[in-house]
């Protein structure tokens, strides 16, 4: 019985995640511009495909097999035939196939996070290669060294990602909106030019899906449901996604005069990604302030991004990255000692009388994190921009990846004559 309510859990916390992709979708298309709405949805539902068929190949394997303290060395095509499972997992009672889903379904996540500064101006082309290296070799890697038995499995606190998962991705990003560099328009005289998304609400609806999915994914983290505290951690997440916001708008109003729609829904973003890592290591009111700080950081990240003329068109080195590094420096500052017992991964935090034990192994993560995530995938990107290509040509953005990429915009009857879409006949609306 134990059993199955764990594995019908993790099925559903999988799930919750899963629907993230949709919420990556609605935000990313709610801030590109009309004439790329539809190139972004589609690019996310390729980038999930990828996901699961590199994950399946050689990620799994990579991140959670034996190996030594770097990478995984056996599990390829998840080898669902062995009795014995994953080691590094045995910790969950689930059968491996509910672990391979769930896991993959963090892999994708990773992913999204990496495309959100590319929007308006990358090739689709330039998926496909990316995403394999990425989902097969980057992110596993770095899943190897924390959760699969690598160097940091013993030391680093990160329980549902805010390094493994959102760091990496927003290292990725960085790396990604180094080398395609700045839409047109986007500076102008050494200054950055708003260039807004077409539809803020569309963009909520994203963030809200993100919200929920958020549940399945730190809640989840605990591959099962019996004896485990959930609920604790779903408040926790709550807290921080709340506060985020909270301390998005007020930062917002005072450096910007004005209550910015785009900063309070990063706000969002920050707080939760700050939260995924430390949420099952800290007390509700470490998440408020883990949250608080995140969102409030997070507005002047988005500056100063503009100011070194990187152009992030959604804000995700700022929410994803600045987020994830918030959280994994919060886990040093604000684990429990209870929770570090009953998790047995590392220490109790400085602020519990820890000392700077875990503070240091936590800035030595978030260093190696970062470092390998931006250098290894600013080598495939160049890579990739030396041979197909990686940004579109000039007359592409400027018409709109939907028509050239696709043969097709998001909004047709916006863009073009729909035949069928007027009627033959004048309509005549009465007052009734």
């Known amino acids: 019985m134990n059993k199955a309510i764990d594995t019908v859990w993790v099925a559903f916390a999988g799930c919750l995640v899963l629907l993230m992709q949709g919420g990556f979708a609605m935000l990313e298309v709610g801030l590109t511009r009309m004439k790329n709405a539809g190139a972004v949805a589609a690019k996310v539902l390729i980038n999930l495909a990828f996901s699961f068929a590199a994950f399946w190949a050689i990620g799994y394997a990579f991140a959670f097999f034996d190996g030594n303290d770097f990478i995984g060395a056996s599990g390829w095509f998840l080898e669902l035939g062995n009795a014995d499972g994953v080691q590094s997992l045995a910790y969950s009672a689930v059968d491996e196939p509910m672990k391979f889903f769930f896991q993959a379904t963090f892999a994708a996540v990773a992913l999204a996070i990496v495309w959100g500064t590319t929007l308006d101006r990358i090739r689709f082309g330039a998926y496909l290669p990316f995403a394999l ?17 690598g160097w940091l499995a013993t030391h680093f606190q990160d329980f549902a990602g805010s390094g493994v998962v959102h760091l990496t991705g927003a290292a990725g990003a960085l790396a990604g909106a180094i080398l395609l560099g700045p839409r047109i328009g986007k500076f102008r005289d050494g200054k950055p030019q708003p260039i807004p998304g077409h539809s803020m609400p569309l963009a909520l609806l994203g963030i809200f899906i993100l919200w929920v999915g958020w549940m399945g994914f730190n809640a989840g983290s605990f591959l099962g449901a019996v004896d485990k505290p959930i609920g604790q951690v779903i408040v926790v997440t709550n807290l921080a996604g709340a506060f985020g916001v909270i301390g998005a708008t007020l930062v917002a109003r005072l450096k910007l005069g004005t209550l910015d729609i785009g900063m309070m829904g990063n ?13 099952a290591y800290v007390a509700p009111w470490g998440g408020a302030v883990i949250g608080l700080v995140a969102g409030s950081l ?10 070194i003329r990187v152009d992030d068109p959604i804000g995700a080195i700022a929410g994803h990255g600045l987020g994830g590094i918030v959280g994994v420096i919060g886990a040093g500052l604000l684990t429990t000692p209870s929770a570090a017992a009953s998790l047995g991964v590392g220490s109790e935090g400085l602020f519990y009388g820890g000392g700077f034990g875990q503070l240091g192994w936590q800035v030595l993560g978030l260093g190696c994190i970062g470092a390998f995530a931006f250098t290894a995938s600013y080598a495939v990107f160049w890579v990739i921009r030396q041979t197909t290509g990686l940004r579109a040509p000039e007359e592409s953005e400027l018409a709109g990846l939907d028509i050239s990429e696709h043969g097709m915009f998001g909004y047709p009857e916006r863009f073009m004559e729909v035949h069928g879409a007027e009627p033959e006949e004048p309509v005549h609306l009465s007052r009734s």
């Open 133 to 149: 290296v990425f989902v097969g070799v980057i992110y596993p890697v770095i899943a190897h060294w924390v959760w699969g038995g």
């Open 267 to 279: 706000g969002a973003i920050a707080g939760l990604g700050a939260i995924a890592g430390p949420c």
């Open 298 to 307: 997070m507005v002047l990240v988005v500056l100063a991004v503009d100011r």
